[in-house]
């Protein structure tokens, strides 16, 4: 398996533009989260889906951030308008009942 | 709600030294425990992981846990430390049934002092 594969792996983007960032799970696994990474915050939850279904949403900041799993195989999260203090390392894990999380290799996103 | 506490933002060894990092968890179920590496622009790789099996947990790259119950604890040793050692370490916790949402530490920045 390769592993969860995040795209794009950096992504570099001006203030006011949308931005839309994919992951794709490792075959198998029922859940999948999104991570936010910065030097201030640390790793934080934004959301996680069991079996294709929003759990818990609840680490989203705001209603600019939206994320989605129309199957097994994909998700998204999406920054519509982006701003500066978007600006972080957004990871996507999945796992297996009972299993680690796996992590994908992150996309950095900047915004300018 | 599971919360995961790692005392010690940074840590510093010399190269051949004791590494610990300490974890403690709060639950009053034992939860599955975990510690992940992060290296520089790298995601999070698992090094080790409890499941309510043995206590003493072996991981990779010569690193082991030990989940001590009446403690609340779950601290990362290895014997001696590499310079390759040198990373982030999170410690996380999850719930031992339903869904596997993960909760991580704030992470410990270990260096490793030639």
């Known amino acids: 398996d390769a592993g969860v594969i995040q795209s794009p792996r950096h992504e570099v983007t001006e203030m006011g533009q949308e931005v839309t960032l994919r992951c794709k799970p490792i075959?198998?696994?029922?859940?999948l989260f999104w991570y936010r990474q910065t030097m201030m915050r640390g790793l934080e939850l934004l959301i996680y889906?069991?079996?294709?279904?929003?759990?818990?949403d609840s680490g989203m900041p705001e209603d600019r951030f939206s994320a989605k799993m129309p199957n097994a195989s994909f998700s998204t999260l999406k920054i519509q308008p982006s701003e500066p203090r978007d600006s972080a390392v957004y990871f996507c894990a999945t796992g297996g009942v009972r299993t680690e999380a796996f992590f994908g290799q992150g996309t950095r996103l900047t915004v300018v | 709600a599971q919360s995961v506490t790692q005392l010690g933002s940074h840590v510093s060894v010399s190269e051949g030294a004791l590494v610990l990092l300490r974890c403690n968890y709060s639950?009053?179920?034992?939860?599955?425990l975990f510690w992940y590496v992060q290296y520089p622009n790298q995601g999070l790789q698992l090094l080790l992981k409890?499941?309510?099996?043995?206590?003493l947990v072996k991981g990779i790259n010569g690193f082991e846990a030990e989940f001590k119950k009446s403690e609340t604890s779950f601290h990362l040793t290895k014997p001696s430390a590499h310079m390759s050692d040198a990373a982030e370490y999170f410690c996380a916790a999850s719930n031992s049934g339903g869904y596997q949402k993960v909760t991580f530490g704030t992470g410990t920045k270990l260096q490793v002092i030639p």
């Open positions: 639950s009053s179920v034992p939860p599955y």
């Open positions: 409890y499941t309510s099996a043995a206590t």
């Open positions: 889906f069991n079996n294709n279904v929003p759990i818990d």
């Open positions: 075959s198998g696994h029922n859940s």
